[in-house]
């Protein structure tokens, strides 16, 4: 769970439009946007955001995990990250090492990054 994260990508216009279709699955769209060094917020029915911004610098990776309230949502995550030119990290499945409803799919990012959507609820 998270307020907001806020990192630096090295083009700007790919990275929002890659998590735009990306994370559309879960309801993600713009909430606010600056100029690219401000950036852009990205955020879903007022809940916590996700913050972009252009830098020259090539940032560290980071694992950023978004929840997802369905299973159904994970796969379409995964299905549509790839779509927008993510590679693949590990499909859509439990994880049960995490625990027994652990269903999650990972992708990395057009910056590397380590992207994850995870329901922890049983299969309806």
């Not at 769970?1 to 083009?11: A, E, I, P």
């Not at 769209?29 to 913050?51: F, N, Q």
Request: with cysteine; net charge negative; proline share 6%.
């Amino acid at each position: 769970m998270f307020d907001h994260v806020k990192f630096g990508v090295t083009d700007y216009a790919a990275s929002k439009a890659f998590f735009l279709k990306a994370l559309a699955p879960l309801g993600v769209t713009v909430a606010s946007e600056g100029p690219p060094t401000y950036g852009v917020e990205l955020c879903a029915r007022g809940k916590a955001s996700l913050c972009l911004f252009q830098t020259g610098e090539k940032p560290a990776h980071l694992h950023l995990a978004f929840t997802a309230e369905t299973r159904q949502q994970v796969d379409a995550f995964y299905r549509a990250a790839l779509a927008a030119g993510a590679t693949d990290n590990g499909g859509p499945g439990l994880r049960p090492h995490y625990h027994a409803n652990y269903y999650a799919a990972f992708v990395i990012g057009p910056d590397g990054h380590n992207l994850e959507v995870v329901c922890h609820v049983p299969d309806a």
